[in-house]
């Protein structure tokens, strides 16, 4: 099968943040790389720094800042699902689980990144990870593609153990600091942060490495 | 947004008076707050687009400021607003609350019609 990548998160920066570099090699190798995004992040309650927007430009400019976003990290398919950025858990379950799995059935991943459910803090990440699980259950486990999930809850190493993928993203790190630069909004404070202590350790842990669970089915 | 001018603010609110306006109101400490500390939990609530009538308002304080509107059966409140959309007019007035590192805690915003509803759905 042709690799194909599929990215399903709620928020922009969800992306860049926890698997931006892996995306950058995955672009490098030639794949090329879908990524359903849930929300505009429009309850985001950072506005940049010093604080560029308001409660009703937010989506506006989160979604140019995503569109920027995907340039340096070499999304070329980027599909907006439309839900409001807090709301995705309430929404129709299964009409989201039936997005997800036309897309997938459309593009025919191979590898598909999303939240662990359980270990991603945000009911949104939540929701996302669960439906896309379910729209990947539909498909016999055979044809599965491989499913990596992101976990940062704060008890995730201790239920999970060490995440079984570690990648090293030091000979990209340039280019996934400038998709972080794109989301500015929701980095400048951080990147400000950055300049007083470039040791920050906030920020050098998104530029080393990145890390996931190659998740287990349980459902055949 | 810049630092809330209430004499300006108090004007635009006697704008909304006595008329069916659309009100948002929100507060947040943010998804994230639950990983900073076990015993801390993300508290927060909006409401958007839901349709009041008030008779009075006012704004006060020294910075933070405080509103409150008093409807037929009941009030709206809000407090810890340090910004305002100078931009506002009296068909829409946009007021939040920042923390010291530009984060929101807070909106409160008024308008004659709804507020935006742009989803990013591709058409």
Redesign the interface.
């Known amino acids: 099968m042709k690799p194909h990548v599929l990215l399903v998160f709620p928020h922009p920066d969800d992306e860049t943040f926890g698997l931006g570099g892996s995306i950058i090699l995955h672009a490098q190798a030639g794949t090329p790389i879908t990524y359903l995004c849930g929300t505009l992040g429009e309850m985001g309650r950072q506005m940049g720094s010093p604080i560029t927007a308001n409660r009703e430009t937010l989506p506006h400019i989160r979604k140019q800042e995503l569109q920027e976003a995907c340039k340096h990290l070499g999304i070329s398919d980027l599909r907006l699902m439309g839900y409001h950025d807090k709301t995705v858990e309430f929404e129709d379950r299964q009409a989201m689980v039936d997005r997800i799995f036309q897309v997938v059935q459309e593009i025919q991943p191979t590898i598909v990144y999303t939240y662990y459910p359980g270990h991603s803090v945000h009911p949104d990440h939540e929701a996302m990870a669960e439906a896309t699980i379910e729209a990947l259950e539909r498909i016999p486990i055979e044809n599965r593609p491989v499913l990596y999930c992101l976990a940062f809850s704060s008890n995730h190493l201790e239920v999970l153990g060490q995440p079984d993928v570690v990648v090293d993203i030091s000979s990209v790190a340039e280019r996934k600091m400038n998709a972080i630069k794109a989301h500015y909004t929701q980095s400048a404070k951080m990147l400000e942060r950055y300049e007083d202590d470039r040791q920050h350790a906030e920020l050098r842990h998104f530029l080393e490495a990145e890390r996931y669970y190659t998740y287990r089915w349980t459902k055949a | ?1 810049q630092p809330i001018s209430p004499e300006k603010v108090q004007l635009l609110l006697e704008q909304f008076f006595n008329r069916d306006v659309y009100l ?1 109101l ?1 507060t ?1 400490n ?3 707050a ?2 900073r500390g ?1 015993k801390t939990i993300s508290v927060g609530s ?1 409401v958007r687009n839901v349709v009041v009538r008030f008779e009075r308002g006012m704004i006060t304080g020294n910075g933070p400021y405080r509103v409150g509107l008093k409807m037929e059966h009941g009030w709206i409140y809000a407090e810890g607003l340090t ?1 305002w ?1 100078p931009d506002s007019t009296q068909n829409g007035l ?1 007021l ?1 609350g ?1 923390d010291e ?5 807070i ?1 409160f ?1 008024l308008s004659v019609t709804p ?2 509803t ?5 058409e």
């Open positions: 947004m948002h929100e947040t943010g998804s994230y639950v990983l076990e909006f910004d959309e946009l939040a920042h590192e530009g984060r929101l805690m909106a915003q507020f935006g742009e989803s990013g759905e591709q």
